[in-house]
């Protein structure tokens, strides 16, 4: 990976960032780097990518408070059990839809709910927040990536200048 420092610094910049915002906004920081994890897991790129990661992350959300909701009322866990098949499947069905085909971003936001025993209020908000720090990560490499080729064009051509004028640039 020849840009492998922009990357390492953009990620590790925007994820002290991050857990600063999430520590002073009291959001769930894992949470959000969840969402960060689907943008880049999904295959869409710019803003596209931040449309499919809101869509899966929180369809899925929608799908575990269905199955915790709807379970609920019931006295049998095979009713549960019942809702997670049916849930499961509407999350793959879903995929035939463009904003809502990458799957393991449904089960980002499923799993996620039943970790956090569908507390909306923490969940929301963290997930929302980390498909824009991927994102944010993605422009900030590519700055990085721009300002290095730009001081390797200068270093050349300033070199090169050297070498023609007859010096060495030993």
């Not at 880049?40 to 990518?49: E, R, S, Y």
Request: hydrophobic content about 50%; some cysteine.
């Amino acid at each position: 990976m020849e840009n492998r420092w922009q990357v390492a610094i953009s990620a590790g910049l925007l994820a002290a960032v991050w857990c600063g915002v999430a520590d002073t906004f009291h959001l769930v920081t894992w949470i959000g780097f969840l969402g960060c994890s689907t943008y880049f897991a999904q295959p869409k790129a710019n803003f596209q990518g931040v449309v499919v990661t809101w869509c899966t992350n929180l369809s899925g959300v929608f799908w575990a408070w269905l199955i915790i909701t709807g379970s609920g009322y019931f006295d049998t866990p095979l009713m549960g059990y019942l809702f997670t098949g049916i849930a499961t499947s509407a999350m793959c069905l879903q995929a035939s839809y463009q904003k809502l085909s990458f799957i393991p971003g449904a089960f980002i936001g499923c799993c996620t709910t039943f970790a956090m025993g569908a507390d909306l209020a923490n969940i929301l908000p963290a997930l929302i927040l980390g498909a824009l720090l991927g994102y944010s990560m993605t422009l900030l490499t590519s700055q990085l990536i721009t300002i290095k080729l730009k001081w390797l064009e200068i270093r050349d051509t300033s070199s090169a200048a050297t070498t023609s004028s007859g010096t060495t640039t030993e």
